[in-house]
């Protein structure tokens, strides 16, 4: 079983694609140059929308 579900993978999917495009911004307004900020809004997103996505952890 995965951990995402297919809502949170086709929000992720299209963030990729806005990126790529390169016309994908942060909630600051300024371009997003890394693919690992690109994927964390995606995640972001897909949380905000009710997607099966795994909870936040925390670095320790």
């Known amino acids: 079983m995965s951990k995402y579900g297919p809502k ?3 929000k992720v999917g299209k963030v990729m694609h806005e990126f ?3 016309t ?3 909630s600051s307004g300024d371009k ?3 693919r690992k900020q690109a994927v964390a809004i995606g995640i972001s997103e897909a949380r ?3 997607g ?3 909870k936040k952890t ?3």
Do not use: I, N, Q, R
Request: no cysteine; charged share 40%.
């Open 32 to 34: 997003v140059t890394s």
């Open 20 to 22: 790529k495009e390169g």
């Open 8 to 10: 949170a993978a086709e």
């Open 58 to 60: 925390t670095k320790k």
């Open 48 to 50: 905000e929308a009710g």
């Open 52 to 54: 099966k996505v795994p």
């Open 24 to 26: 994908l911004k942060s």
